[in-house]
T-cell receptor
Framework: GAGVSQSPSNKVTEKGKDVELRCDPISGHTALYWYRQSLGQGLEFLIYFQGNSAPDKSGLPSDRFSAERTGGSVSTLTIQRTQQEDSAVYLC?????????????FGDGTRLSIL | EDQVTQSPEALRLQEGESSSLNCSYTVSGLRGLFWYRQDPGKGPEFLFTLYSAGEEKEKERLKATLTKKESFLHITAPKPEDSATYLCAVQPYNTDKLIFGTGTRLQVFP
């Protein structure tokens, strides 16, 4: 599989629980992005990684959201003490390098539902 | 503020009936404009990148054009398999993120 891989594809959890979402980018892609897509809304930028560093975290909506990337590859997005408004599809994308107009290639997302 | 507006929100076409989707943008400086296709339950699939006004790109029945204020996605003689949501995004010059519009949901009927 050469594409961006995300897991789980679906996650249902209770309000107040913590969740971890995983993204495995395309091999060789150094830039990695997280977006959120809510019903009826456009994709909303969350965070950007270049290698293991996150030069732009400006889209993270609150301190309950954090993300890390290790080995310049896999990334995890963690949401602590989930709220109902966190329900959305979380999409990961990767590109050959950041700070350029290289196209971002997306995974199929994790659909998160908070009960 | 950087912003992307797409119209119409939804479009229904008969098979073979050509039309255009609009993407209007406001951005401090444009590094690139991107078109994506998104099928239900899937992530966006990259179609085109446009970099400067006057540029055009084509792929099968789709052609994307760019001016200083808007981009058009022209669909010639569409087929039912072209049914999807089409997303437009801009990448401002001083950032790495994409700013997306809310998309146009296209339905093509046989």
């Amino acid at each position: 599989g050469a594409g961006v891989s995300q897991s789980p594809s679906n996650k249902v959890t209770e309000k107040g629980k913590d969740v971890e979402l995983r993204c495995d980018p395309i091999s060789g892609h150094t830039a990695l992005y997280w977006y959120r897509q809510s019903l009826g809304q456009g994709l909303e930028f969350l965070i950007y990684f270049q290698g293991n560093s996150a030069p732009d975290k400006s889209g993270l909506p609150s301190d309950r959201f954090s993300a890390e990337r290790t080995g310049g590859s896999v990334s995890t997005l963690t949401i602590q003490r989930t709220q109902q408004e966190d329900s959305a599809v979380y999409l990961c994308a990767s590109s050959l390098k950041g700070v350029s107009n290289q196209p971002q290639h997306f995974g199929d997302g994790t659909r998160l539902s908070i009960l | 503020e950087d912003q992307v507006t797409q119209s119409p929100e939804a479009l229904r076409l008969q098979e073979g009936e050509s039309s255009s989707l609009n993407c209007s943008y406001t951005v401090s400086g444009l590094r690139g404009l991107f078109w994506y296709r998104q099928d239900p339950g899937k992530g966006p699939e990259f179609l085109f990148t446009l970099y400067s006004a006057g540029e055009e790109k084509e792929k099968e029945r789709l052609k994307a054009t760019l001016t200083k204020k808007e981009s058009f996605l022209h669909i010639t003689a569409p087929k039912p398999e072209d049914s999807a949501t089409y997303l437009c995004a801009v990448q401002p010059y001083n950032t790495d993120k994409l700013i997306f519009g809310t998309g146009t949901r296209l339905q093509v009927f046989p």
